[in-house]
């Protein structure tokens, strides 16, 4: 065969290639076909106990958070987009696994002294995304447990997110209010003076170390309701420490410093596709702004750290601008669990609230069976790739893992994750059927339009943080498109309808 010959077949080959990614893309398959392009690199920006209302692109007034908006208006904005749960650890554990935290009885609320909650066999996010080629990374919160029991902070701490399929891990162990309060780079602790070894105990003091009870005039933050034991930069926190001053991580630079963090990731792993698990601690308590934001809200520092977290979220998408990276990242924006004010300190959360609504018309909060517990903000952004629109989807973070691995040629799945990669593109306007909620190991439905609450035994209200739990020995139906706020009952009016999600909610729970 002449080469003029074996050049025409050869031309032929690539026009029957490209007439079938052609009409691929036209059947809705562009997933396929981008996968095999190109890998964009994956960001995944996670918020803690941000509020479905706590965005101005999500009907704010009284905050201005232009950064954010600006992921939502260039993107996809979610208005039915799920955590898995209403506390942190359960929804960090889905988000990361895929599973249904429910179905682990352990993953609860973890202290910091934890042992690890993903089995090290389990099948992860970072791990799926490492077959296919992937760097990954967290920084920033992990409370998902560190270690097999016992810890040794003094030494390598193993198994962790290293174990589980990060590359690269720069942590903070627990929450801000927990100790101990020091970074952990795979698995070691930052500055960690051996001669001053840390001990940590989240049963009882060490002797002569002062507390929030003991010494209250150590305080520069006063504690409302279970943050007393040992104090660290004038803070009390929850659980015992002693030694590993040099370690001791600075509160009101936390933000700058994982900001930081995050941007030399992405300037030295740009020649490589990459995951990036950005896990923010805002608004959580405690809530420790920065000088430069501090009163800037009016709302005190929870507003504050909210507008803190929009502005460092904006410097990370301009340093991705400044990388050429931005056409070919995938950012995705959530956070853990609903809103909550007065979560242990006395920060005039409550006091400065004014007009501002964090739940955003929805009712409940952190802790909460109601919408506010798990409905949050959620955003996908892929500038030239994703088409701005809003989407009434029910999609979840559970369902990134399925997905993302779809993105990247990964397919292969053995969790309670669902494959809606098209959703999160934009390409279809349908996204799950039906959703398992969770709060404090309880559980409820969002099934199309309507959600259901079973009965349990409990109180319809925390008092500590004065949200309303959902819990109450009759059923609960709501049709949450025509009743956002849940106000209205309708277990004894529809009876039909209700029989109908019962059945669904057992044929999910027990599937």
């Known amino acids: 065969m002449n080469n003029n010959k074996l050049h025409i077949l050869l031309a032929l080959a690539v026009l029957i290639c490209l007439s079938f990614s052609c009409k691929n893309e036209k059947n809705g398959n562009l997933a396929a076909v981008v996968s095999k392009i190109e890998k964009p ?15 101005s692109s999500y009907g704010a007034t009284e905050l201005s958070t232009p950064n954010i908006d600006a992921l939502a208006n260039g993107g996809i904005k979610f208005t039915n987009g799920y955590a898995t749960s209403a506390t942190c650890t359960p929804s960090r554990y889905a988000l990361l696994t895929g599973m249904y935290p429910w179905k682990n009885k352990n993953a609860r609320i973890l202290p910091g002294d934890a042992p690890l909650l993903i089995d090290t066999k389990q099948q992860t996010l970072p791990k799926l995304l490492s077959k296919a080629g992937y760097e990954t990374a967290i920084i920033g919160k992990w ?14 701490i ?27 780079e795979n698995g070691k602790v930052v500055n960690l003076d051996k001669k001053d ?59 700058d410093h994982f900001l930081t963090k995050a ?3 992405v300037k030295s792993h740009k020649n490589n596709p990459f995951f990036l698990y950005y896990a923010m601690q805002q608004p959580h308590v405690p809530r420790t702004p920065h000088p430069r934001f501090v009163g800037k809200s009016g709302m005190g520092p929870r507003g504050d750290v909210i507008l803190e ?58 802790y909460s069976l109601f919408e506010a517990g798990t409905r949050v903000p959620f955003i996908t952004y892929w500038k030239g790739h994703i088409k701005p629109s809003i989407s009434n989807a029910i999609v979840c973070q559970m369902d990134l893992l399925a997905s993302l691995g779809d993105l990247v040629g990964e397919t292969e799945t053995t969790t309670d994750s669902q494959n809606i990669l098209k959703t999160f593109l934009g390409e279809t306007e349908k996204g799950r059927d039906h959703l398992i909620l969770e709060a404090n190991s309880k559980t409820a439905l969002r ?33 949450v498109v025509e009743d956002k706020g849940q106000k209205n009952n309708l277990a004894e009016t529809n009876p039909e309808k209700l029989k109908q999600m019962i059945a669904i909610y057992e044929s999910e729970k027990f599937k």
């Open 41 to 55: 690199n994956i960001v995944v920006i996670y918020l803690d106990d941000l509020g479905y209302g706590d965005l």
């Open 309 to 366: 977290a929009d502005w460092c979220i904006g410097e990370f998408i301009k340093t991705l601008k400044e990388e050429n990276m931005l056409e070919n990242t995938l950012i995705v924006f959530s956070s853990d669990n609903g809103p909550v004010l007065n979560d242990g300190y006395f920060d005039d959360a409550v006091e400065k609230l004014g007009d501002h609504d964090p739940k955003g018309g929805l009712r409940g909060g952190k």
């Open 143 to 156: 409370h998902l447990g560190l270690g097999s029991g016992f810890v040794n902070w003094n030494e390598t």
């Open 158 to 184: 193993s198994p962790g997110p290293n174990e589980v399929g990060f590359d690269d891990a720069y942590i903070l162990a627990a929450t801000q209010d927990r100790v101990p309060t020091v970074y952990i």
């Open 197 to 255: 070894p840390i001990q940590v105990n989240y049963k009882k003091n060490f002797e002569g170390e002062p507390t929030a009870k003991s010494n209250p005039e150590m305080l520069s933050m006063k504690w409302h309701h279970g943050h007393n034991n040992s104090i660290v930069n004038g803070i009390p926190r929850i659980g015992y420490m002693q030694g590993g001053d040099a370690a001791k991580w600075s509160d009101i630079d936390m933000a």
């Open 263 to 265: 941007q030399n990731y």
């Open 447 to 479: 099934s199309g339009n309507w959600v259901l609450i079973p009965p349990y035994d409990g109180w319809p209200l925390n008092k500590k943080v004065n949200i309303e739990t959902g819990i109450s020995k009759a059923y609960k139906l709501f049709n």
